[in-house]
């Protein structure tokens, strides 16, 4: 069973991370892509690459067509895309074609979480009360949670807080589930609505061999998506960790399981009761931390399990060392209720000297669509305590230089320095009990120091680029100076910026603030605004500044000199908050409807967004059709 060639049936950060692990031990890398990816990291640093056509990643047949044309021994799929499709490791061994993961009748029993459900019982494992019939929720009792019974990633997941809700929310769970899986089961369990979210990592061999490799406590999400993980947990013993280990063995043991896989649990901090919730049957998105507090490269085990290999350590041998954290750093806008954003990435840059792990899969200059997961990369700290893994974690956040794209950056540094993170608070409902600033709050101060730092630079650049006053000193005149202006928009409001140059080369402001720069080049610049002195990356694409400080990355727009007409707001109108696609529409032109009505739903990135009506009135105009395409901002509607 041994093999010398690998075909990643994925794409992104997880392909760039197979891909790593790959060329450590020998193994000749092969990626596929799709056009949309043509030009991705993961394409660039695979051995090489096969296309394939829109929508390959989910189409079996393309994928194995594309592993026996490179001469591929083995397909690791990854995780999400085809990674527990039964049906597809099945196809994979029969082609003869090594499957680098569990077995496909186990993919296929785990994956169907109502019949993993029903092993746990078995198996004397804890389970919430469930049913997969609606008229028998009133049994188990509000909040409930309706989830898709195949699949994860939190799609086809909805919080029911009453009965009103619990139609329409099982239609929209049942239509997500299908678009992402192609199955439209779901169940109800009971909503936990303070808890954590626990989950032990296994690893089996063919010789029934099954360790754990501790806890990963994933606690802090939203859309029910994890965004900060770490191993190992703040509020779980070493009593409760082996209880879950040898849960999570059992039920691993009983099923045969090989390869690494993941077992998930509630934990109830009150109570210190444990319930199973489902197993995943692949390569979890924040396996790094529990790499780096075990010293073992879990994708190394999945590929030497793989090729017949013996798992080479006891549990009693397992030792965890440390504190690990990972971010998921997302293109999306949590001030938007963190909905998906869209653009090119004109600075990806990671400061060399932040000790921190990134596995990503983007550089900058990449183009961030719809068609994908909107995750951008995971970052990875570790110290010896969780406290300084957790200031590790938000400073390299912090010193990287990012911008073009919103992201959730600036709202995970916030999560990360919150009194209630370090203190360990981080059940399930971390997010809105804390509620943590989602973007970056600048001082008056704060930003008079931005602007004047990109005015700044914007005049070195442009007199740089002139032929005549470049080779002049900078204080070097033959009158008085004029004057100089600059106008920047920053989140909807215009600053202008005044500031002249005195014969000693220093910079007056019209705040009467001054500044002295020490160096400048096209990457940035070393300036003293105000007796504060510092390095600043900046980086200009088009329009955009995009300006780094100690504290983050500020984005400004340059406003022309002459304002251009732009369209008016159409009173009543509602905009799509996102790009994406109209999957449902709920009214029609002449309808009334009320405040908190569902108007439309749009999907993006395989997930459904609700838009409702913010106040009572009536549908004046109707602008949208099922199926239509729209641009963030679009108008949608208009209710009068």
């Given at each position: 069973m041994i093999f010398n060639s690998l075909l990643i049936?994925?794409?992104?950060?997880?392909?760039?991370?197979?891909?790593?692990?790959?060329?450590?031990?020998?193994?000749?890398?092969?990626?596929?892509?799709?056009?949309?990816?043509?030009?991705?990291?993961?394409?660039?640093?695979?051995?090489?690459?096969?296309?394939?056509?829109?929508?390959?990643?989910?189409?079996?047949?393309?994928?194995?067509?594309?592993?026996?044309?490179?001469?591929?021994?083995?397909?690791?799929?990854?995780?999400?895309?085809?990674?527990?499709?039964?049906?597809?490791?099945?196809?994979?061994?029969?082609?003869?074609?090594?499957?680098?993961?569990?077995?496909?009748?186990?993919?296929?029993?785990?994956?169907?979480?109502?019949?993993a459900k029903d092993l746990a019982i078995k198996a004397n494992v804890p389970t919430l009360p469930m049913t997969s019939k609606p008229a028998e929720a009133k049994n188990i009792g509000y909040p409930l949670l309706i989830k898709a019974a195949a699949g994860g990633g939190g799609k086809g997941m909805r919080i029911v807080n009453s009965q009103k809700d619990l139609k329409e929310s099982i239609t929209s769970a049942q239509r997500e589930a299908k678009n992402g899986f192609n199955d439209e089961r779901i169940f109800i369990e009971r909503y936990v609505e303070k808890s954590r979210h626990i989950e032990i990592q296994i690893l089996g061999d063919k010789d029934g061999n099954v360790i754990h490799l501790g806890e990963r406590e994933c606690s802090i999400?939203?859309?029910?998506?994890?965004?900060?993980?770490?191993?190992?947990?703040?509020?779980?013993?070493?009593?409760?960790?082996?209880?879950?280990?040898?849960?999570?063995?059992?039920?691993?043991?009983?099923?045969?399981?090989?390869?690494?896989?993941?077992?998930?649990?509630?934990?109830?901090?009150?109570?210190?009761?444990?319930?199973?919730?489902?197993?995943?049957?692949?390569?979890?998105?924040?396996?790094?931390?529990?790499?780096?507090?075990?010293?073992?490269?879990?994708?190394?085990?999945?590929?030497?399990?793989?090729?017949?290999?013996?798992?080479?350590?006891?549990?009693?041998?397992?030792?965890?060392?440390?504190?690990?954290?990972?971010?998921?750093?997302?293109?999306?806008?949590?001030?938007n209720d963190f909905l998906p954003a869209i653009g090119t990435l004109i600075a990806f840059e990671q400061d060399d000297t932040a000790e921190a792990r990134w596995d990503t899969g983007v550089t900058s200059g990449t183009k961030v669509g719809t068609d994908f997961d909107p995750m951008l990369a995971k970052v990875i700290s570790y110290a010896s305590n969780r406290t300084d893994a957790a200031m590790k974690l938000a400073k390299a956040l912090e010193s990287a230089h990012i911008g073009g794209v919103k992201t959730n950056r600036d709202f995970l540094i916030n999560c990360l320095k919150s009194k209630a993170y370090i203190?360990?608070?981080?059940?399930?409902?971390?997010?809105?009990?804390?509620?943590?600033?989602?973007?970056?709050?600048?001082?008056?101060?704060?930003?008079?120091?931005?602007?004047?730092?990109?005015?700044?630079?914007?005049?070195?650049?442009?007199?740089?680029?002139?032929?005549?006053?470049?080779?002049?000193?900078?204080?070097?005149?033959?009158?008085?100076?004029?004057?100089?202006?600059?106008?920047?928009?920053?989140?909807?409001?215009?600053?202008?910026?005044?500031?002249?140059?005195?014969?000693?080369?220093?910079?007056?402001?019209?705040?009467?603030?001054?500044?002295?720069?020490?160096?400048?080049?096209?990457?940035?610049?070393?300036?003293?605004?105000?007796?504060?002195?510092?390095?600043?990356?900046?980086?200009?694409?088009?329009?955009?500044?995009?300006?780094?400080?100690p504290y983050g990355d500020v984005m400004l727009d340059i406003k022309?000199?002459?304002?251009?007409?732009?369209?008016?707001?159409?009173?009543?109108?509602?905009?799509?908050?996102?790009?994406?696609k109209v999957i449902d529409v709920k009214v029609k032109k002449g309808k009334k409807v009320k405040a908190g009505d569902t108007l439309v739903i749009l999907e993006a990135m395989k997930m459904e967004h609700s838009i409702k009506a913010s106040e009572d009135g009536i549908v004046s105009e109707l602008l949208i059709s099922l199926n239509d395409q729209v641009e963030n901002g679009a108008l949608l509607m208009v209710v009068k």
């Open positions: 049936a994925n794409r992104g950060e997880i392909a760039c991370r197979i891909i790593k692990t790959a060329k450590e031990m020998g193994i000749r890398s092969i990626a596929v892509y799709v056009d949309a990816d043509k030009d991705a990291l993961f394409v660039e640093q695979a051995d090489e690459s096969v296309r394939l056509e829109d929508g390959g990643y989910l189409d079996g047949n393309q994928i194995i067509n594309a592993a026996k044309e490179a001469g591929a021994q083995a397909i690791h799929p990854g995780y999400g895309f085809l990674s527990e499709n039964a049906s597809f490791a099945r196809k994979v061994k029969k082609e003869g074609i090594i499957w680098v993961g569990p077995s496909a009748n186990v993919i296929s029993v785990m994956g169907d979480k109502l019949k999400q939203r859309r029910h998506q994890k965004i900060i993980e770490e191993s190992p947990s703040p509020r779980i013993s070493k009593e409760i960790r082996n209880q879950m280990g040898e849960a999570a063995v059992k039920l691993a043991k009983k099923i045969k399981y090989e390869s690494a896989g993941t077992v998930e649990f509630l934990f109830d901090d009150k109570t210190k009761e444990f319930w199973f919730l489902e197993v995943n049957t692949r390569l979890q998105v924040e396996h790094p931390v529990t790499e780096e507090v075990t010293g073992i490269d879990l994708v190394s085990e999945q590929l030497k399990i793989a090729r017949g290999e013996s798992i080479k350590f006891t549990q009693e041998e397992i030792e965890w060392n440390g504190w690990s954290i990972e971010a998921r750093l997302y293109a999306e806008d949590p001030d203190d360990g608070d981080t059940t399930t409902d971390f997010i809105e009990r804390v509620n943590p600033d989602r973007k970056l709050i600048l001082s008056d101060h704060r930003l008079e120091h931005v602007l004047a730092i990109a005015a700044l630079w914007i005049q070195q650049e442009n007199r740089n680029a002139s032929q005549v006053s470049k080779f002049m000193p900078s204080g070097w005149t033959n009158g008085r100076l004029p004057n100089r202006k600059n106008i920047f928009e920053y989140e909807g409001n215009e600053y202008v910026v005044e500031y002249k140059q005195n014969r000693e080369g220093n910079f007056i402001f019209s705040s009467n603030k001054s500044a002295t720069i020490y160096s400048a080049d096209s990457n940035g610049m070393d300036v003293s605004f105000n007796n504060k002195r510092h390095y600043s990356r900046v980086t200009l694409s088009k329009n955009k500044i995009l300006v780094h400080m022309p000199r002459f304002v251009i007409p732009g369209m008016e707001v159409t009173a009543g109108g509602l905009v799509a908050p996102m790009p994406g």
